[in-house]
T-cell receptor
């Protein structure tokens, strides 16, 4: 595998479910990110990890919980989501913050 | 208030002609700029960057121009090809900090 991979690619979940999104980067980068892309909106930065330490949490509701166990892996744990949380969730990595980001293919999440 | 704006939601260009995608920013502290291309069902792909110490950067068919006084950058694609049809995002930021993305412009290259 090369670049940034994300699983699953598609996820449908009910409002009471708990699920996790997984991201893995094979680029040797130090920073990893979660972004949300909703229809007709700019990319919204959710979380930033640098050297496995969370350095930014952009006022994201607590029903989204990130985890970065090592510099190659990033998770987004989801619980009791709302229908308005339906969106494309993109993982990205970069050599360091402020360097070009390399994105994964995204997880299309639908909350029913 | 959007710090990075792409005022054209869509653009159509004939194959072989030039595509010009525009981006404006409001924060004069931004000193590093990126362009991304996104196909449906894929993540954005990094295309080209430019630092504020330059006013032009070229990579093959893609050239980015930066006008710092106008807080404006543009991406030129010459010649345009049908495979260039995608959504293009610009992003602006500072070294060591996070990038702010624009809303995107959908480019359609007509054969």
């Amino acid at each position: 595998e090369t670049g940034v991979t994300q699983t699953p690619r598609h996820l449908v979940m009910g409002m009471t479910n708990k699920k996790s999104l997984k991201c893995e980067q094979h680029l040797g980068h130090n920073a990893m990110y979660w972004y949300k892309q909703s229809a007709k909106k700019p990319l919204e930065l959710m979380f930033v990890y640098s050297l496995e330490e969370r350095v930014e949490n952009n006022s994201v509701p607590s029903r989204f919980s990130p985890e970065c166990p090592n510099s190659s892996h990033l998770f987004l744990h989801l619980h009791t989501l709302q229908p308005e949380d339906s969106a494309l969730y993109l993982c990205a990595s970069s050599q360091d913050r402020g360097r070009p980001l390399y994105f994964g293919p995204g997880t299309r999440l639908t909350v029913t | 208030d959007q710090q990075v704006k792409q005022n054209s939601p869509s653009l159509s260009v004939q194959e072989g002609r030039i595509s010009i995608l525009n981006c404006d920013y409001t924060n004069s502290m931004f000193d590093y700029f990126l362009w991304y291309k996104k196909y449906p069902a894929e993540g954005p792909t990094f295309l080209i960057s430019i630092s504020s110490i330059k006013d032009k950067n070229e990579d093959g068919r893609f050239t980015v121009f930066l006008n710092k006084s106008a807080k404006h950058l543009s991406l030129h694609i010459v010649p345009s090809q049908p495979g260039d049809s995608a959504v293009y995002f610009c992003a602006a930021g500072r070294r060591g900090q996070n990038f702010v993305f624009g809303p995107g412009t959908r480019l359609s290259v007509l054969p």
